[in-house]
């Protein structure tokens, strides 16, 4: 692996005998997302290569791939097919294969919208589908634990969004502590996109009745569950 953190995969190169890469689709901490197409059926999946070896990540692996498993019903999820072991810079690492969501990564499509900023009924829109999502994965007794716009993709459909979220992280806390976290991360999205600090004070009332000057406390009295927050996004008065 270089020192930028990328195993510089390029189109045409072999994943196993079964999938070769077609481009390069994102990165964080742990590892890369890959395009690729399976040879056999010219079927276009994702690939999520772990940075850490197998013997490093195996527990952890195991943990993750699970629980994808356990919420493959939930409509958000990225839906989980089967993982694989990689050798690549002489070693073996994990590499989970997914369903290729054609949606963009959030983070980039917010650079479509001037300034960054989508605008206030957009934002809601979105923040309703993605509430309604993690509500799924809340009635299963799981959760996310972290929310952000660079695991989020998006797809449009007319005034809809369709969503899938990716990178669930077990942090070590109580389920209920993890849940009541999701909730703070969907209410501080959506102060982020619709610009954050700088133009807060000039959002609508129905931004600032979910955002609550982004304070954590208002945000859980108010919405102690995801199931509260949904509840006022689909009956609030404008």
């Known amino acids: 692996m270089s020192k930028n953190n990328s195993f510089g995969l390029s189109k045409g190169d072999r994943l196993t005998w079964r999938y070769e890469v077609i481009e390069r689709i994102g990165a964080g901490t742990e590892g890369e997302v890959y395009k690729i197409r399976e040879k056999a059926t010219g079927l276009t999946r994702a690939a999520k290569l772990y940075f850490k070896s197998k013997e490093h990540n195996s527990k952890r692996f195991i943990r993750y791939a699970r629980k994808l498993d356990a919420l493959r019903d939930c409509d958000i999820v990225v839906k989980y097919l089967h993982a694989e072991e990689v050798w690549i810079n002489d070693r073996f690492i994990y590499c989970l294969i997914s369903e290729y969501f054609a949606g963009a990564i959030l983070e980039d499509m917010l650079k479509g919208y001037r300034g960054g900023r989508m605008p206030p009924f957009e934002a809601l829109n979105l923040i309703h589908a993605l509430t309604t999502g993690i509500e799924e994965i809340h009635a299963r007794k799981e959760f996310h634990g972290d929310l952000h716009k660079g695991n989020i993709f998006v797809e449009r459909n007319g005034v809809f969004f369709r969503l899938r979220t990716i990178d669930f992280h077990e942090w070590g806390r109580t389920p209920a502590t993890e849940r009541r976290a999701d909730v703070l991360a969907i209410a501080r ?23 609550m000057g982004n304070r954590s406390d208002l945000i859980l009295k108010k919405f102690p569950t995801v199931f509260h927050l949904r509840a006022h996004l689909e009956t609030f008065e404008w």
Do not use: E, N, S, T
């Open 189 to 211: 999205l959506l102060y982020d996109i619709v610009g954050g600090r700088d133009h807060y004070k000039k959002q609508p009332q129905a931004i600032r009745d979910i955002c």
